[in-house]
């Protein structure tokens, strides 16, 4: 039998490249007559690890010939800058490393400043079963950033990531404070106090002098009663019944334990409170964002052929997102922190629902849908999204209030609140790109999308019981 004819391939599509990531380096040295392009002449990869990091750099040599080097260090701050002395030595443009826990950070920061820094997701680069070591790792990573086959992560810069820091570690503050209350119902229910059931916050004005002078010593339902305030003064009668139980000095301690951790967690959440606002004011100081006369502030590209809004400041994009319903200012910060104010990074709203796993995946096989999951993603954005839902659902006449009425009858609550917390995202993207505040569509926007659809159910429903429907359309006023 004849053999095939082989031409030799002088090119390799971007889609073949990303193929060929699957095979090992030594395999892809085999395999003759494809010559992959160079993106990066001088590269490096580096295999990262709590107390060691495997660097192999690669570099052209005068001949044309490919030099390789691999060396490992420390992850000490001195071990680091030993190694960037290393690249730099070299020459080295561009680095590569996996984002392994939190070990990538100590290198990052020593090398962003000196080089083109990386970062990948570990999934997108294994290697083939069977090739693991440190130094073939290395190897491998330095070989898919030179032919430019990686793809890196998004690394906000160093403000956004403080900011990110303290949003973040108010957002543990929170937690925690719901931890302790809950906490301490508990103990209130050991006790036989059924203050909850009278009142709805029992972290309250009126339930806190309570609670303190329960845990004082006061055993009195009567005088507890009295330390009613506001709405609570005609429920006096109600609150003694309540605060009639078998408390002990154990639940004594317990409650006065417990007050006291709240109000620590308040005044922690309140300094960061503060921190946070002097960031975002800190970065808002640039005036360009504003134009005197049009209120906003534009960028003409260099053949005057496209004219794009610049990022807004941080200050004027938090007062945007604080506009979008069941976003307070506390989530719009988070959403500052983790997002950032500038859209250009997102090619569409729908690569930044991608990037954020709030839409379904691609899940696909002999043309049958398997499976959808959005994956997992950035939990901190995740969650603010998720919890602005759950508090935008609850305005009436809404359209995302709308959109949750009509998943959740035959998706179920948490998809329905997923797709809410979707919708939420894609206004923020068209809203920090255009700089304009959250406009509601309405609550019949998506009837009025779907009519055909809805009156074509309608009327097979009202077929189905028994009805003979005749739509005639209702003529419209002539303005």
């Not at 009567?222 to 109600?238: D, F, H, S």
Request: positive net charge; glycine residues 6%; hydrophobic residues 40%.
């Amino acid at each position: 039998m004849a053999q095939p004819i082989v031409k030799p391939i002088q090119r390799v599509s971007t889609q073949d490249r990303i193929f060929l990531t699957r095979v090992s380096p030594s395999l892809l040295g085999r395999v003759r007559n494809i010559k992959m392009e160079i993106t990066y002449s001088h590269c490096a990869g580096l295999d990262v690890h709590k107390k060691l990091v495997v660097a192999c750099c690669l570099w052209p040599t005068e001949s044309g010939k490919l030099s390789k080097e691999t060396r490992s260090f420390g992850t000490t701050t001195q071990e680091l800058l030993s190694l960037s002395s290393w690249l730099s030595s070299l020459e080295i443009t561009h680095i590569a490393m996996e984002s392994t826990g939190e070990y990538w950070k100590p290198i990052h920061n020593i090398l962003e400043s000196s080089f083109g820094v990386i970062v990948v997701n570990a999934q997108h680069i294994k290697n083939v079963p069977g090739r693991k070591t440190d130094v073939k790792d290395a190897e491998w990573i330095a070989e898919l950033t030179r032919h430019g086959l990686l793809r890196g992560s998004f690394i906000p810069p160093l403000p956004q990531r403080d900011l990110r820091d303290l949003t973040r570690q108010r957002t543990t503050l929170v937690r925690e404070r719901a931890s302790v209350v809950n906490r301490l119902q508990k103990v209130l229910e050991w006790a036989n106090i059924k203050l909850a059931c009278v009142v709805t916050d029992i972290t309250g004005v009126s339930a806190r002098s309570m609670l303190k002078a329960l845990a004082e010593g006061q055993n009195d339902a009567k005088v507890l009663a009295t330390y009613a305030k506001g709405r609570l003064v005609p429920k006096q009668i109600e609150l003694e019944k309540a605060l009639q139980g078998q408390v002990r000095e154990h639940h004594r301690f317990l409650i006065a334990s417990h007050l006291t951790h709240l109000e620590f967690l308040e005044e922690q959440i309140a300094v960061f409170d503060h921190q946070i606002g002097q960031s975002i004011d800190a970065q808002s100081s640039c005036e360009d964002d504003f134009d005197d006369d049009k209120g906003l502030s534009e960028v003409v590209s260099p053949d005057n052929s496209e004219v794009s809004l610049k990022p807004l400041c941080w200050r004027k994009a938090v007062e945007l997102l604080d506009s979008i319903p069941g976003v307070a200012r506390s989530t719009a910060e988070l959403l500052m922190a983790e997002i950032g104010s500038d859209m250009s990074r997102f090619k569409s709203a729908a690569h930044l629902a991608k990037w954020a796993k709030l839409c379904p995946g691609n899940y696909e096989s002999a043309g049958q849908r398997l499976g959808g999951s959005t994956g997992q993603s950035n939990t901190w954005l995740r969650s603010a999204l998720v919890q602005a839902a759950n508090a935008a659902v609850r305005c009436k006449n809404s359209y995302l209030n709308a959109v949750y009425r009509h998943l959740v009858a035959r998706r179920g609550h948490k998809k329905a609140i997923v797709a809410v917390a979707h919708r939420i995202l894609i206004a923020l993207y068209h809203m920090l790109t255009k700089h304009e505040p959250y406009r509601d569509l309405g609550v019949n926007y998506l009837d009025t999308r779907q009519q055909d659809r809805l009156l074509q159910r309608l009327c097979h429903r009202a077929t189905a019981l028994g009805y003979q429907v005749q739509l005639t359309p209702i003529p419209q006023p002539i303005s």
